[in-house]
């Protein structure tokens, strides 16, 4: 969707009346707009529209003591409950990294910024430039009300009109690899020192991660069978093995590091429901697993990666040794055994 919405603001308040028990995104999806252009229809009633710029949001939502902190695409919810500490700016990029807030947030892509007060709950929600959700950070009883009003009132626009430009929704990026450059690759691959090498590799060569995968080939990249996140996850629940989980989208991506204790499939969610931690997994949208290793000083980085039909990354699940080296070889005994279970593909020449 681009330019001004279809409804008006008072259309989109009646129809969020009317469907009080549906979610924003859902009834957004329902009226045919973005939920970007739903929030905004409450600007000046529960809605405030403010700065979206990483620098400025994160300054004072550090200030607010212990929040819920949510991060989705498509096919995938991840939150986390925490305070938002270390906070590190950049130009392109920019972080919060400690013990439970763990996420890297990419500027560009903060281009919608709303602070929501409906009386029973409290948030601050970005969205991108069509309109569709990169991070929502939620209010807690325990976080400070004082310092909401401050800040709330320190990063209001003078603009608080709810009419918002949007522009065109970017399709996902099909796979996209040369088989003839499967050498180089695989050469490339063999000189990292560190994981986050491998985008570089990719814009050098000219491709995007999953056609990378699709012509890397064995030791590289290994086919998993189509339900082996819900395995993984399964395997995982209550071992007290750590791991870290990524989920995100263009403009944010979220980072849980720890345990998977209580694993619960609902319809076709399947769902983690920890304390401090949930994750909302849509395990028929995954269309394509694999297993990755990559070499970094702290030795192989290995990941089980998950894919919908259009190639988009719903989420990654690596092994780590930060807590104890054991929960690696735990992790990759379990990736072992779901390589064992898919069909050997040979890597394209």
Known sequence: MSGKNRLSAEDIRTARAENDKLRARDLAAKLGITEAALVAADIGHTVTRIEAHPDRVIAHVMNLGP????????????EKVGVFENYRGGEHATMVVNKDIDSRFFPRHWVHAFAIDDGA???????????????KIFLREESDLQEWQKQVTALALADQSADLSLSERVPTEPPRADPDKADRLRAEWDQMTDTHQFMGILR???MNRLGAYRIAGAPYVRP????????????????????????GNMGCIQIHGGPVDTVKPMGPWLNVLDPGFNLHLRADHIAEVV?????????????????????????????????????????????????????????AE
């Open 67 to 78: 929040v819920m902190a949510l991060t989705r695409n498509e096919s995938c919810v991840i």
């Open 121 to 135: 709950r409290r948030s601050v929600q970005i969205f991108d430039a069509a309109g569709d959700a990169v991070h």
């Open 204 to 206: 050098k060569l000219k």
């Open 224 to 247: 998993l069978p189509g339900d082996a996140v819900d395995t993984l996850l399964s395997n995982l629940s209550g071992t007290g093995i750590h791991v870290m989980i990524f989920v």
């Open 291 to 347: 297993a990755v290793a990559k070499s970094s000083r702290q030795g192989p980085a290995l990941s089980v990666e998950a894919f919908d039909k259009d190639g988009m990354l719903i989420l990654q699940i690596f092994g780590t040794r930060r807590e104890d080296p054991a929960h690696f070889d735990a992790f990759a005994e379990m990736v072992a055994a779901l390589v064992a279970q898919a069909a050997p593909v040979e890597a």
